[in-house]
């Protein structure tokens, strides 16, 4: 069974950096090669957002307009593994991170942000950012 697996988050200071991973494990490839991915996040209490979004050759971005010059996006196919990039960190960026894979039959261009549209999770990895 595919697996997404994050790590890369912990606590860190209003301002500070971190980069997170989403590493992709699986013993098939059906469904997988050719998807787009995203990363979403949830704060207690709160519904999970979109953050991020990439197709499979990464020529094609989108960003939630909270993260949109701070955070990028990034992913190496080869290494089966997908970034995030996170800059100027603010409290209200403390969350757990999740990253997704989509379906192939939705198109990133209009579906982006629909976690429904997603068919496969990683456990996610907490960030906090302390003021």
Not at 69 to 85: H, P, V
Not at 113 to 123: H, I, N, P, R, T
């Amino acid at each position: 069974q595919v697996q997404l697996v994050e790590s890369g988050g912990g606590l860190v200071q209003a301002g500070g950096s971190l980069r997170l991973s989403c590493a992709a494990s699986r013993r098939t490839f059906d469904g997988f090669d050719g998807s787009s991915m995203s990363w979403f996040r949830q704060a207690p209490g709160k519904k999970r957002e979109f953050v991020a979004g990439i197709t499979w050759s990464g020529n094609t971005i989108y960003y939630a307009d909270s993260v949109k010059g701070r955070f990028t996006i990034s992913r190496d196919n080869a290494k089966n593994t997908m970034y995030l990039q996170m800059n100027s960190l603010k409290p209200e960026d403390t969350a757990v991170y999740y990253c997704a894979k989509q379906r192939t039959a939705y198109d990133l261009n209009y579906y982006y942000g629909v976690a429904e549209s997603y068919d496969l999770w990683g456990q996610g990895t907490q960030v906090t950012v302390s003021s």
